[in-house]
């Protein structure tokens, strides 16, 4: 009995009731009544049945109203609706049929018609179910094949940054701190990003175009990249070149990070008063991006053993930073953003000591 087919009546007489169901029996077909427009509503969310005969004149809720309902719902809008009714006239069959009824049949009702109209109504609801079923499944499908789609090219991209992060590293290999310094220099930079109220693109960006910032430094001799002591003017003009080195390297892009490295590159030694390299920008015509990562790289160099110099502590190297700030060094306002989080440039310094130069996992701690 579980296969058997449902079919409602919906009229508000015991005679016609009786009737239909006995017609609607003997062609083996399960009945279910009701007795007006909004019980029928109600039993059709409870039992949905495969077609309904519905009466026009009841009380309560008109079959017009329930049959418009009924089509209104996506839930039970493919349910086919034969309006049974003793009212024949022209008029009354378009309105059943502006209601959406899908058939109209005259009471009392005939047994052959009555057989064929459910027969014919059953095929099309058949239909409908199956377009409805391939349209779910073919929806189900396209979601299912997006995300594999989605992870594929997310694959390539964190491929893509990570042959470009190890490539980056080359600029730092000869430095003791390798890779660390460039995984840092990401944190540092989103962490500020972040504070200063960049959206999440920009931010996740910073994360992997930061560490770029000196690639161009594969491009300087060692005698001047590795002098334990201070640089001669001609050595510091040519180790000034590592932010145009840097920006050659990068340039030419299709990719958004790494035409944010190349900002990077050249704009990273700017100073808010001017008196930075390589093309002595001020203000706010030095990029964001560039003020940025200026105040990470310091604080990274001041914490970093270098062969010119030993590490500084926390205390010393904010105090650094806060006098440079205050000497025009750089923005006041990513200055301020990078002093509201210091407890947090702290734990980066101290969590990526050795660095863990995954981009995977990069991402999944900024996340």
Do not use: C
């Amino acid at each position: 009995m579980e296969n058997q087919i449902r079919i409602m009546v919906v009229d508000d007489e015991d005679a016609n009731q009786l009737l239909l169901e006995t017609l609607l029996t003997r062609l083996d077909y399960e009945v279910i009544q009701a007795f007006n427009g909004k019980e029928a509503l109600e039993k059709v969310k409870e039992t949905p049945p495969s077609v309904i005969l519905m009466d026009i004149k009841m009380p309560v809720m008109d079959g017009l109203e329930a049959t418009k309902r009924l089509k209104e719902s996506s839930e039970t809008k493919l349910i086919p609706v034969v309006v049974v009714s003793s009212m024949s006239e022209v008029e009354d069959r378009v309105k059943a049929l502006e209601a959406g009824a899908d058939d109209f049949m005259s009471k009392p009702a005939d047994p052959t018609e009555l057989k064929a109209r459910i027969r014919s109504l059953l095929k099309v609801k058949a239909y409908n179910d199956y377009m409805k079923h391939y349209q779910k499944s073919l929806e189900s499908e396209v979601i299912k094949r997006t995300m594999q789609l989605r992870e594929a090219l997310e694959k390539v991209k964190l491929a893509s940054l990570d042959t470009i992060f190890r490539l980056s590293q080359a600029a730092e290999y000869k430095d003791e701190d390798t890779g660390a310094h460039i995984v840092r220099m990401g944190f540092y930079a989103a962490a500020i990003a972040r504070k200063l109220g960049l959206d999440q693109a920009e931010t996740e960006a910073l994360l992997y175009a930061a560490p770029m910032h000196d690639v161009g430094k594969i491009g300087i001799p060692d005698k001047i990249l590795l002098k334990p002591g201070k640089l001669d003017p001609d050595e510091w003009e040519i180790m000034k070149t590592h932010t145009t080195i840097g920006a050659k390297i990068l340039r030419g892009s299709d990719f958004e990070t790494i035409k944010m490295a190349e900002v990077i590159a050249i704009s990273h030694h700017e100073k808010w008063d001017g008196s930075g390299y390589p093309n002595g920008l001020n203000g706010e015509n030095i990029p964001i991006v560039g003020r940025i990562a200026a105040i990470a790289d310091v604080f990274d160099a001041l914490t970093t053993k270098r062969p010119y110099k030993d590490a500084y502590s926390f205390e010393k190297s904010f105090d650094i930073i806060k006098d440079m700030a205050n000497g025009g060094h750089f923005d006041p306002q990513v200055a301020k953003a990078f002093f509201d989080i210091e407890e947090e440039i702290v734990d980066i310094r101290q969590r990526k000591e050795n660095g863990d130069t995954r981009i995977s996992m990069m991402r999944q701690e900024l996340i």
